[in-house]
C-alpha cells in the first residue's frame, strides 16, 4: 500500500526493471549487506541502533523496521543472540518508531 511503500514510485520501478533484468539475480547482492548489518545488530547497546542499521536496506523504512526489529524481539525468546537484553529494554521504554499511518491517527 502507499502507507509501506515509502520509498517512492521512482525507487520501486528502477528496482523492478533491476531484477527483471537480472532474472531475479538482483536479490543476492543485499545478502552481503545484510550480514553486516546483522554483526552490527548483535553487538548494538539500544533500540535506535537497530533500527537505524534496518533502515540503511533499500527499501525499508520506518514501518517496516519497526515490523523486523518486534519479530527479532519475538525472536529472541528462541535465539537469545540475536541482540543483548538492554535493546528490548530499550524499544520497552526508551525508543519507538511510527510508521505514517501511527502518525496520521495521532493528529
Not at 523486523?68 to 530499550?90: C, G, H, K, N, Q
Request: hydrophobic fraction near 45%; charge should be positive; glycine fraction near 8%.
Amino acid at each position: 500500500t502507499g502507507e509501506h511503500q515509502v520509498q517512492g514510485l521512482a525507487t520501486v520501478k528502477n528496482m523492478l526493471k533491476d531484477l527483471c533484468a537480472k532474472k531475479g539475480r538482483a536479490l543476492s547482492s543485499p545478502s552481503t549487506q545484510l550480514k553486516a548489518i546483522a554483526g552490527c545488530i548483535r553487538d548494538a547497546s539500544n533500540a535506535k541502533t537497530v533500527l537505524d542499521r534496518l533502515q540503511e536496506l533499500r527499501t525499508v523504512g520506518p514501518f517496516v523496521s519497526w515490523q523486523i526489529f518486534s519479530d527479532l524481539v519475538a525472536a529472541r525468546r528462541l535465539f537469545p543472540a540475536i541482540f543483548p537484553e538492554a535493546v528490548v529494554s530499550d524499544s520497552l521504554s526508551g525508543y519507538a518508531l511510527f510508521g505514517p499511518g501511527a502518525c496520521k491517527g495521532a493528529l
